[in-house]
T-cell receptor
Framework: GAVVSQHPSRVICKSGTSVKIECRSL??????MFWYRQFPKQSLMLMAT?????????EQGVEKDKFLINHASLTLSTLTVTSAHPEDSSFYIC???????????FGQGTRLTVV | TQLLEQSPQFLSIQEGENLTVYCNSS?????LQWYRQEPGEGPVLLVT?????EVKKLKRLTFQFGDARKDSSLHITAAQPGDTGLYLC?????????FGAGTILRVKS
């Protein structure tokens, strides 16, 4: 299957700083990328849908100014957690797909810890 | 309210037992996927079901899509410790892939 690479896999940052997570599709062009958040022993909650070249669509309750998403190319999307706080600590996962209704491939996730 | 209701949320069984996980919705889905996720990793796709009434088998795993394409089930025969993990159903909703709450399966040897 296609490969989606997410970086970093783990990051620890101080409260008040910003953290950038990258999601790359390595062997295909992804018109759509999704960002999910997952708490321990819970399911994936969709945060936003990112289409290349346009603004991301955020789910209800997700602060767009706090979770900045950029999808500048067909192979790269970034999620920046701005002014991080301990409650932002979570497992963040991206997925990418070639087009609508095609298989979504997932990154390996990023464990963010804000201290 | 979850678009996809998944049950049970947690299942702890002995090696060799059978189990079924259910995924239900009031909405019709063009397709449903089942994923398995291990701690600290992204989910891995097990199967996609597309046609109402479809049954797919993957070794000891049997997946079924309801006739009305609103529900699906995952049945595991003779569970093994290696089956331990988080099982997730997911469905297309608009242009989004949304997930059920997940089932944590623990198979004890």
């Amino acid at each position: 299957g296609a490969v989606v690479s997410q970086h970093p896999s783990r990051v620890i940052c101080k409260s008040g700083t910003s953290v950038k997570i990258e999601c790359r599709s390595l062997d295909f062009q992804a018109t759509t990328m999704f960002w999910y958040r997952q708490f321990p022993k819970q399911s994936l909650m969709l945060m936003a849908t990112s289409n290349e070249g346009s603004k991301a669509t955020y789910e209800q309750g997700v602060e767009k100014d706090k979770f900045l998403i950029n999808h500048a190319s067909l192979t790269l999307s970034t999620l920046t957690v701005t002014s991080a706080h301990p409650e932002d600590s979570s497992f963040y996962i991206c997925s990418a797909r070639i087009s609508m209704n095609t298989e979504a491939f997932f990154g390996q996730g990023t464990r963010l810890t804000v201290v | 309210t979850q678009l996809l209701e998944q049950s049970p949320q947690f299942l702890s069984i002995q090696e060799g037992e059978n189990l079924t996980v259910y995924c239900n919705s009031s909405s019709v889905f063009s397709s449903l996927q089942w994923y398995r996720q291990e701690p600290g990793e992204g989910p891995v796709l097990l199967v996609t079901v597309v046609t109402g009434g479809e049954v797919k088998k993957l070794k000891r795993l049997t997946f079924q899509f309801g006739d009305a394409r609103k529900d699906s089930s995952l049945h595991i025969t003779a569970a093994q410790p290696g089956d331990t993990g988080l099982y997730l159903c997911a469905g297309e909703y608009g242009n989004k892939l949304v997930f059920g709450a997940g089932t944590i399966l623990r198979v004890k040897s």
